[in-house]
């Protein structure tokens, strides 16, 4: 008899990698010399004779099973056979358990097909096009598995060769396409609902590992199974047992990605993935190449790895958004500034944060063209050459908006001229929207609580700008 402990390692080999955990609940023995050597038809007899059980994928093994015959003539002989897709059962032939037989038949029974369904000869289906435009409804129905006609590379097909699910000499994996439809399955398919465990193996979930601070990663409900644990290179194991590793960051500088590694010895493998150490600092920012006497958003754009939060400083301008009105402001990647010093610009500096600690300052100097104040018409930011322009920016009644200079633009539909607004407060909710459709146009602001709005004017560009309503 085989070592069952030896057959689920296997198995999970291949299908932890997608999240499924297989255990062993233990063997049985049939006395029954009849099941030794099983021809086809009496596969069905021992699969439906009382001996499954039912919270379980009841995997039997025998000595023989049938050959194959074609016009007469021998071709092969059967070693493995699942009761149905999906199914609770299956048979393996006795040499057949370590190898990839073994997988393949509990595919079948989480719900795959072969990978020639419907293309093969003796197959049943709609064969899946060799382009794949019916992936999804047609072959094996996963559209990450190629067409494949079971005949390798030829007549136009270029199979998976070391696919599980088809029948090539080298069969190693399963796509995340074939994960995905066997998750499914497990969680959806009727005849496969008592096999899911309420008990299953999982890993603590870690955000960030600092230093000299120490973590602890836990395993729960690891039954007998004994765990060696590793890191990355960037991640010091303080100490270690089965169920658990206590890490921290290798030193005060090994900061980046960052991950600890359980294999158990029933084959099944945890990898959790972490941010080592402070975030990384803010590379850039992204905004508008000169900001008007209105508010521009400016964004984190690049660098600010392992960043939960950001602090940031304005000297020279206002943040609004979020609703602050302060120079100081911490919490996301994006701001909204409206800049008082006229010609001056302003200054930013923003730094990233997380529980580790905090990045180095990144600053950055953003000039301004504020020709206006009060009624003076005041500028887009999103036009430098052909601005709208919007007056007066404090306003109790009427907010005129005139876009003629944009109209002229060639990338605008001269006929139509029409453009979409949206007005929000500063808490980010519509308050007002609607089409304007002329040159020269008012937008009724007469029954808006007083305070700062925020206008957006939407054409094939999209222009943001700031009001105030008194």
Known sequence: MPNTNNITVELNEFFSPHNIAINNLGTDFIDNTNFLQVDEGEHTTLMNSGFDVPNAINYYIVDELWDVFESGVLIGSVTGVADGIPSNSLIVRDDRVLLATSYHEVGHCLNLYHTFQGTSPNTS???EAIDGSNCSTC???????PADSNV?????????LTNIMSYYNTRDHFTDGQGVRMRYAINSESVLQNIKSTFCTQISEVSTVCYPQTTTVTLSNIGGATTVWSSSSNVQIVSSNNSSATIRELNSSSNGDGWVKAVLSNGIT??????????ETVLELSHVPTFGCTMGEINVSSGASGANQFEWNISGGTIVIPNVNSNNYTGGGTIFVDPIDGP?????KVRAKNTCGDSVWYTKHIPTDCSGGGGT?????MFPDNDIILYPNTVSQTIFVNLNSINNQSNFDSNEKKYAYQLYNLNGILVKKGELSNNKFGIDVSNLEKGRYILKIKGTEKETMHIIVN
């Open 125 to 127: 289906g709609c064969a």
């Open 139 to 145: 072959g094996d129905v996963v559209c990450d598995t």
């Open 152 to 160: 390798g590379n030829s007549g136009g097909f270029t199979p998976d």
């Open 270 to 279: 945890f990898q959790e993935n972490f941010y080592v150490g402070k975030p």
């Open 344 to 348: 001056y610009g302003f200054t930013v």
């Open 377 to 381: 018409p005041l500028r887009g930011t």
